[in-house]
Structure formats: C-alpha cells, structure tokens
C-alpha cells in the first residue's frame, strides 16, 4: 500500500524524533496487514459467500479503533513536525503520490490525505454493509456474518 511505502521511506531518512514518527505512523503496518483481507474480497475466491471475509474485517475493529483514536493526535504531529522541521516539511511536500480516477491522473496524495484513508475505509465499509444487509434476505447464508460484522464495526 502507499502509506506503508511512504512510511518505510520516510523511517530510512528519519528527520524527525523516533517518537513522533511512531505517533504519525501509529499502526499503520497492521492495518495494512489486513489489505490482503480487502485483496481477497475484491478478487473473489470462487467462494458464493463473503460473509468470511468482511468478519476477518470486523475482527480488525480494534486496530482501526485504536488508529482513529490516535488520528487527531498524529495530524497534530504531522503540522507541528512540518512547521517547526524544514528539512520534514520539504520531504513530507516533496513525496505525492498520484492518485488514478479512471484512466486519468487524479491529483497527488499528500501524507495528511493518506493518513485519514484508513479512517475513510471504516466509513466505507460500515455503509456497504449496511446497503448489503438491507438487500439480502435474513435467510441468506451471509446475512448473520455481514450483520456480526457490522455490529463490530459500528462499534469501534
């Protein structure tokens, strides 16, 4: 993923305290970790269900609870360390990422806008589940898995 990129490059050249680099990039290597979760269900496993795979997702609940927990906290190092260290402030202004809309180049992702996807994907998947829930019958083999999951994640 992008941010995980960004982050092992940023922690070869650390320009700023450990400390705070922990406070930016807190948990960000295990909620990338579960990208292979996200993978598998864009993919398809041949499977007729994907209830299994949005509960993988809902166990990851407190990881992305303890990130969006952490996140105020990590925008606020991340302006404090742009203003005050010039050196982070060039790295972190000179690395964008390019986004894709289609077949066309977006506009760049700056570390900021990285950092809050993680907290975008949990707003996105509470709101799919409960778009899915409401089209499926209670009798569906996914329907209990789908509803767990967004049981958890509603919670977080």
Do not use: W
């Not at 790295?91 to 077949?103: E, H, R, W």
């Amino acid at each position: 993923s992008a941010i995980v990129q960004y982050m092992k490059g940023m922690e070869s050249t650390l320009v700023i305290p450990k400390e705070d680099f922990d406070i930016i990039f807190f948990k960000i290597p295990e909620l990338y970790q579960d990208q292979l979760y996200q993978d598998q269900l864009e993919k398809g496993n041949g499977a007729e269900t994907i209830g299994p795979f949005f509960t993988m997702l809902g166990e990851q609940t407190p990881i992305f609870a303890q990130y969006q927990d952490n996140h105020p906290k990590a925008l606020e190092t991340l302006h404090r360390c742009s203003q005050t260290n010039p050196q982070f402030s060039a790295l972190t202004s000179s690395i964008k990422l390019p986004t894709l809309k289609g077949n066309q180049q977006g506009q760049a992702l700056s570390l900021e806008d990285l950092l809050h996807k993680p907290v975008e994907r949990v707003e996105q998947n509470c709101l799919y589940l409960q778009n899915l829930i409401k089209h499926i019958p209670d009798d569906h083999p996914d329907y209990s898995a789908l509803k767990e999951s967004c049981n958890l994640i509603r919670r977080s």
